[in-house]
């Protein structure tokens, strides 16, 4: 088992930053490709951004390319998700995901765990 915890959300302007975290517990943080995913208000889960298990790879939707920057420390069981030059549209339920599958999916369906999410509000 492997409990995510995710933490840093917020109300910002259009135009802000904030910084995600999302805190693993259980096994082994490094075997898992992690992601992070995105729910608005009667939408389905939108992938955001995948790290690879050492951190060395790293893959973004489009809609978030050139603005957010995701990150991982092994040593601290933490991923990040660094997200700058936020837009009305970011406005969503943010939600950390552990996969054991050797390569990343944008599939929130194919992740093995999942966290309860932090709320980001973006004001225009």
């Known amino acids: 088992q492997v409990q995510l915890v995710e933490s840093g959300g917020g109300l910002v302007q259009a135009g802000g930053s904030l910084r995600l975290s999302c805190a693993a517990s259980?096994?082994?943080?490094?075997?898992?490709?992690m992601g992070w995913f995105r729910q608005a208000p009667g939408k389905e889960h939108e992938f955001v951004a995948a790290?690879?298990?050492?951190?060395?790879?790293?893959y973004y939707a489009d809609s978030v390319k050139g603005r957010f920057t995701i990150s991982r420390d092994n040593a601290r069981n933490t991923v990040y998700l660094q997200m700058n030059s936020l837009k009305p549209e970011d406005t969503a339920v943010y939600v950390c995901?552990?996969?054991?599958?050797?390569?990343?999916?944008?599939?929130?369906?194919?992740?093995?765990?999942w966290g309860q999410g932090t709320q980001v509000t973006v004001s225009s």
């Open positions: 790290i690879s298990w050492g951190g060395s790879n790293t």
């Open positions: 995901a552990a996969d054991r599958a050797y390569y990343y999916s944008a599939k929130y369906s194919e992740y093995d765990y």
């Open positions: 259980g096994r082994t943080f490094s075997n898992y490709v």
